[in-house]
């Protein structure tokens, strides 16, 4: 299983930024998909879920200003910040799990400045 996540970048405050996760190794469709977040000296914690049949949920700190989904038909599962804060800012990853083992992709640095 190989989940890489891009779209990372350095904006201001009400800013917005787009991540992807591209996936491969798993029968993508079946399985919810997560994203999480973790700032130096923090734990990781969970940003959005969605399951396969794309119901979501979200971390009250993010409602109304992210959004979670997901491609099929690309194996891909996106996230779209928007009014982003600098409180926002840290290292996000992409999570599935298969088979009763967790998998992480690399993260990518997302950097909100005031």
């Known amino acids: 299983v190989q989940l890489q996540a891009s779209g990372g970048g350095s904006v201001q405050a009400g800013g917005s930024l787009r991540l992807s996760c591209k996936t491969s190794g798993i029968n993508f469709r079946l399985h919810a998909m997560a994203w999480y977040r973790q700032d130096p000296g923090k734990q990781r914690e969970l940003v959005a879920h969605?399951?396969?049949?794309?119901?979501?949920n979200y971390t009250d700190s993010v409602k109304g200003r992210f959004t979670v989904s997901r491609d099929n038909t690309r194996n891909m599962l996106y996230l779209q910040m928007n009014s982003l804060k600098p409180e926002d800012t840290a290292v996000y990853y992409c999570?599935?799990?298969?088979?009763?083992?967790?998998?992480w992709g690399k993260g990518t640095q997302v950097t909100v400045s005031s």
């Open positions: 999570y599935t799990t298969r088979a009763g083992m967790s998998f």
């Open positions: 969605i399951t396969s049949g794309h119901n979501t």
